[in-house]
């Protein structure tokens, strides 16, 4: 089984950048379909960018643009670049993983999570 870690959330200004990363260990993270989803106070955890294992790319509507999911297989890590952060950004940020060769939108298509890290964007 793969063990997930996220780390890089923190607080930051509307308009600024934060680069999260997610590391894994236990098993090779190219066998993985990867999402970052996040969940803010009272709304559902809804999927923000997923990555499947050959690359390919989703992106939430509101972050499309602003945001970018990538790995680095070499590292075991995935990567969720975030620029342009908007108030309504603020959430815990979660990784998930799914053995499968596409990712899939809801978080119940996925088997593996980190313990999630806080983004915190101030007007």
């Known amino acids: 089984q793969v063990q997930l870690a996220e780390s890089g959330g923190g607080l930051a200004q509307a308009g600024g950048s934060l680069r999260l990363s997610c590391a894994a260990s236990g098993r090779t993270l190219s066998s993985y379909s990867m999402a970052w989803f996040r969940q803010a106070p009272g709304k559902e955890r809804e999927l923000v960018a997923s990555i499947n294992r050959n690359g390919f790319t989703y992106y939430l509507v509101p972050v499309k643009g602003r945001f970018t999911i990538s790995r680095d297989n070499d590292k075991n890590t995935v990567y969720l670049q975030m620029n342009i952060l908007k108030p309504e950004d603020t959430a815990v940020y979660f990784c998930?993983?799914?053995?499968?060769?596409?990712?899939?939108?809801?978080?119940?298509?996925?088997?593996?999570w980190g313990q999630g890290t806080q983004v915190t964007v101030s007007s």
């Open positions: 998930a993983a799914r053995e499968a060769n596409v990712a899939a939108p809801g978080y119940l298509d996925y088997g593996y």
